[in-house]
């Protein structure tokens, strides 16, 4: 049963695969293919889509990580801000202040 399939595949991949080579227009899958023109406004879309498909991912990691990279650095430097500053008006009781 399974040598029979095998035969049948390599029987049939050939015949496609020559179809494929002797008929072009059926290996037309894209617009690149099918136009072949530099200014062709079909194959532009095509790359523009590409382009815009390939540049998104990166995009969003892209401001992920710069959030991330802008909360980090104000998280760090909050503490120092913190430290710099001093109380303009202490209001607690010190004993030694209060000569009792």
Do not use: Q
């Not at 894209?30 to 532009?44: A, E, I, K, L, R």
């Amino acid at each position: 049963m399974v040598i029979e399939m095998k035969r049948k595949i390599l029987t049939i991949f050939p015949y496609a695969f020559l179809a494929l080579i002797l008929v072009p227009a059926l290996a037309g899958a894209c617009s690149v293919c099918v136009t072949g023109g530099d200014n062709d406004p079909t194959s532009n879309a095509f790359n523009w889509s590409v382009l815009f498909l390939m540049a998104t991912p990166y995009t969003v990691v892209g401001s992920i990580a710069g959030w991330l990279f802008f909360k980090y650095r104000r998280a760090a430097a909050k503490p120092r801000e913190e430290a710099a500053r001093e109380p303009a008006l202490h209001l607690t009781w010190n004993e030694e202040e209060s000569g009792r």
